[in-house]
């Protein structure tokens, strides 16, 4: 005899002593199934537990409103994870949860609905797919008010999305293939702290970067830029811009951000006369890479900087002047790394006085 009949049968046989009139079987099984389809029935295929507290009863039910295409753990559950799982489209979010992961599946685009009911979601990790632009709604993301990071690299897109919320902080749509930015593409992004717009095809920002006053973090490498992009933010402190076309910097480029510290473009077009008198020699800047241009002479950097990088350019000349304006011991410089291997100076072309004038170097590749 199945559970069921026994439940039926001791019920059944309770109730005799209790009233002159017999129950009725089939409402009582009826019954009794419709508890028992509610109950909770272990957390894996082939359990089959019934359980009587009610908060198991609770977490069943966050168990069954995840989605069958992705996993949603009773230990995490804040969590959905549908990674790798050769999606096609975003499965409807449940509204508890908090951080999503679709990457590495063949996603194309995001319809709207999908992320309305989730208004708390913090992640949205949706790199390594198939995206483009024109099949992802302009409200998609704009009912997220807690969205904080969006990774979106390794896609198709041909822009930045519109409408993103202001609490975006982490902003990843690197490898992509944008070209332009519209000088509101940005616009009111006022907590955004890093973004990563490396190996795109961008020209120019149009100055879509200016209103982004929380901005620390940027990496631009790899696209097709042949300037500095005007109107940087005022906090930037890490600016990456290796792998473009840039010749010239300008005059004012490092005096007007007191918070850059580490700049990098290396594998540029820069030459000596792209370099106006005194652009590096500001006491913000910690790092610099130069390498891979067409230098032919070492730029004056300010005594403060601790690591420089001028390895393959075209240098000819180790001027201790670029390092110290004045030689002695209460003048030196604070630079612990030079590195100036592939140009055209030898051991012996630099003077004795580099021994006082960079006493503190740890590392110095000819």
């Known amino acids: 005899m199945t559970m069921y009949g026994w439940l039926v049968l001791l019920l059944w046989a309770g109730s005799v002593g209790l009233a002159t009139q017999q129950p009725d079987t089939q409402t009582w099984l009826s019954y009794l199934r419709s508890r028992a389809s509610n109950r909770v029935y272990g957390r894996y295929p082939g359990n089959y537990y019934a359980s009587n ?23 995490y559950p804040y969590a959905m994870y549908c990674h790798s799982r050769n999606l096609r489209h975003v499965p409807f979010v ?3 949860m908090k951080y999503v992961y679709l990457q590495n599946n063949q996603i194309t685009g995001i319809t709207d609905g999908v992320f309305d009911n989730a208004t708390g979601l913090v992640w949205i990790i949706l790199h390594m797919n198939q995206l483009k632009s024109d099949k992802i709604s302009n409200k998609v993301f704009s009912k997220l008010p807690k969205l904080e990071r969006l990774f979106l690299y390794h896609n198709k897109l041909d822009r930045i999305p519109q409408g993103l919320p202001r609490s975006l902080r982490d902003l990843r749509i690197n490898h ?17 702290t890093a973004l990563r717009l490396q190996s795109n095809a961008i020209k120019d920002t149009n100055g879509a970067l200016e209103s982004l006053q929380s901005l620390t973090y940027l990496d631009l490498r790899g696209n097709l830029l042949t300037k500095i992009p005007d109107r940087l933010p005022p906090k930037l402190n890490q600016l990456y811009l290796e792998y473009n076309r840039i010749s010239a910097i300008p005059a004012d480029f490092l005096r007007n951000r007191p918070e850059l510290r580490f700049v990098r473009l290396s594998h540029n077009e820069i030459t000596d ?43 000819k000349e180790f001027s201790i002047s670029s390092f110290c304006r004045v030689v002695d011991m209460a003048n030196y410089s604070n630079l612990r790394v030079l590195r100036l291997e592939a140009n055209e100076i030898r051991a012996h072309d630099v003077p004795p006085e580099a021994l006082l004038c960079l006493r503190m170097a740890t590392n110095i590749n000819l």
Request: with cysteine.
């Open 94 to 96: 449940p509204s508890r």
């Open 273 to 315: 006369k792209g370099i106006p008198p005194n652009a590096f020699n500001v006491t913000n800047l910690m790092e610099l890479d130069l390498s891979y241009n067409k230098l032919e002479k070492i730029p004056t950097i300010n005594t403060n900087l601790m690591n420089l990088y001028l390895q393959a350019n075209h240098i």
């Open 53 to 75: 507290y009610e908060d198991e009863e609770d977490e069943s039910a966050e168990v069954l409103d995840c989605p069958l295409e992705c996993d949603c753990p009773s230990a």
């Open 176 to 192: 992509n293939d944008i070209s332009s930015m519209p000088a509101d593409t940005l616009r009111g992004m006022v907590n955004l």
